[in-house]
Structure formats: C-alpha cells, structure tokens
C-alpha cells in the first residue's frame, strides 16, 4: 500500500530564510505533484514531477524528485509572508490497484 | 476557460439523509477525482470516473458512488449520511491521456448535524 509522509508536519520561519520540506514516499511512483492550500480554499497546482531528478522552478520555490530514494522535496529560497500557506505532496503510481495519495501537509507560517 | 467548478458551495444535511455533490471539469478534460478532505487534513481519494466508468475507487463505503455524464460532468452522491462525513469535498479533473497534473475545483463544504 503506497503511503506518503510529509515533514515537517509545522513550520513557522522568519521572512528572508530557507527552507525544505520533505516527502517520502512508499512505493515506485510514476507521478509527483505538490500543491499549495490556502485556508478555507481549495488545492492550487504547483509543481508535477515525472522523473528521476526532475527539477522544477517557479518564483521563490524549487521542488526536486529522486525516485530512487522516493524523496521529493520542496525549497523555499528568501521566504515570503505571501507563502504562508499548507503545501501537500500527493504521489500517484499509475497502477490501477493504487490511489493517488496525498501527505498530510506542511502547514508553512512564514513572519514578517 | 472557467476551470473545474462545483455545486453547492456549502450544504447542511442531517445525519441519515442522502446528499449529491456536482462537479464540471476543465475544458478539455476527460478524468474526473473525487476527494474528502476533513478539517486539518489532506485530502483523501474516494473514486475516479472516465468514460462514465469508476476507474478507481478508494477505501470508502458503498454508502460513496458516482457517476459521470456524457459530457464529462460528475456527481457524487452519498447515502444515510454520519457525522464523521463533514467535510470539504473537493472534485478535480484531468486529461487521461496526457502527463498532467489535475485541477481542483473550490470545493463543497459539507456539514452533517
């Protein structure tokens, strides 16, 4: 059974800073995404990562895949209080036995 | 383009009463997902239609079902409704065919007295 765990679970940074969160994953993965949730909103599309060493950018976060270490990462470079936000993983395996699964989300509390 | 939307937008049902969640998919888009997502988690997979067919269903009770209509449209209906189903559901759609990351809609905010 495919399960996803994210970490940290709770972040609270001060703008200016880096950061990463982590997702691990179970089993072979054919697809990784990680979306942004703001409270009371439905999930924004961030990032689709499809594979080994798959490197996506978009203004102040990276997110990286290795597939052999069923590890994604998230980067956030000089934070911002607008990334405040719950960012999930979500890992989708492609075989019909499976589910797409997400984590339980890093809820990111960036201060001013 | 009016991107993946849903109906209602908040619904109150008592417990034991039966409720139907609508949801249209992005333009271009075939696959409709299903999601139940409780306050202060990720969201939780219930099924997936394509070709108005469950292509993939998660660990949810027969009490869940669907469907989807010619024109890519879903609806989730469930049945004899419990407390533990409030929650945000959340429909999203894609393209089968193409490595694509799905569309979430705004989601239906249930709330079961």
């Known amino acids: 059974e495919l399960k996803v765990e994210q970490n940290p679970l709770f972040l609270s940074m001060q703008e200016g800073k880096n950061y990463t969160i982590y997702c691990n994953y179970s089993?072979?993965?054919?697809?990784l995404y990680w979306y942004r949730q703001d409270p009371g909103k439905s999930l924004e599309s961030l990032f689709v990562?499809?594979?080994?060493?798959a490197v996506k950018q978009e203004g102040r976060l990276m997110a990286s895949l290795d597939t052999k270490a069923r590890l994604s990462t998230l980067h956030i470079t000089a934070a911002v209080h607008d990334l405040s936000a719950t960012y999930f993983c979500?890992?989708?395996?492609?075989?019909?036995?499976?589910?797409?699964?997400f984590g339980k989300g890093t809820r990111l509390h960036i201060l001013p | 383009d009016a991107g993946v939307t849903q109906s209602p937008t908040h619904l109150i049902k008592t417990r034991g009463q039966q409720v139907t969640l609508r949801c249209s998919p992005k333009?271009?888009?075939?696959?409709v997902s299903w999601y139940q997502q409780a306050l202060g988690q990720g969201p939780q997979f219930i099924f997936q239609?394509?070709?108005?067919?469950?292509?993939q269903r998660g660990n949810f009770p027969d009490r869940f079902s669907g469907h989807q209509f010619p024109n890519y449209s879903s609806e989730l209906n469930v049945n004899a409704l419990l407390l533990g189903d409030s929650a945000l559901y959340l429909c999203?759609?894609?393209?089968?065919?193409?490595?694509?990351?799905?569309?979430f809609g705004p989601g239906t905010r249930l709330t079961v007295l």
């Open positions: 999203a759609s894609s393209r089968i065919s193409v490595a694509d990351t799905q569309y």
């Open positions: 089993t072979t993965s054919d697809r």
């Open positions: 990562l499809l594979s080994n060493g």
């Open positions: 979500a890992v989708d395996s492609m075989n019909r036995d499976d589910k797409i699964i």
């Open positions: 333009s271009g888009h075939d696959t």
């Open positions: 239609y394509y070709e108005e067919e469950e292509r």
